[in-house]
């Protein structure tokens, strides 16, 4: 069911401070797409954004009003064969949003995780194929702590 991690995003209430932490202390570079959300460019991530938890909670629940219902942290978009054939096995999971389309392009369906994280599904265009497998290298003798 799963092909691999489509992206992540880190939810927050103030994207302003967010966009300049990643900016000014990790020194990363981020694209503002709009007041709601940005992308962190880095290698090793598909996708890397930083969400508005109300413009979340109106994707989600169709209702910027409910961001309260938006936990803050982080969010993982899981890249599936098809939304549609996922979304069975969460209804019973925590599933919080039916499967629709995205006007940025995806398919997308939403659920909790047992954490209580928001966490997608998702069918991903321009995230279909890899160009190539991300891999860590083996450690040379057992697992290293870390």
Request: with cysteine; aromatic share 8%; hydrophobic share 45%.
């Amino acid at each position: 069911m799963v092909r691999h991690i489509a992206g992540m995003a880190e939810i927050v209430d103030d994207v302003d401070a967010a966009v300049r932490f990643y900016e000014e202390v990790l020194r990363l570079p981020v694209r503002r797409e709009n007041a709601d959300y940005a992308v962190v460019d880095m290698p090793g991530i598909l996708h890397f954004g930083i969400w508005s938890r109300r413009h979340a909670a109106g994707v989600v629940f169709k209702d910027p009003a409910a961001a309260s219902r938006v936990p803050l942290g982080f969010t993982i978009g899981f890249e599936v064969d098809t939304v549609d054939g996922a979304v069975p096995a969460l209804r019973g999971a925590g599933l919080v949003q039916a499967a629709q389309d995205e006007p940025w392009g995806q398919r997308t369906a939403r659920f909790m995780s047992p954490s209580g994280a928001l966490c997608e599904v998702s069918e991903t265009p321009w995230a279909r194929r890899l160009a190539q497998t991300v891999q860590a290298e083996a450690p040379a003798s057992g697992p290293q702590a870390g």
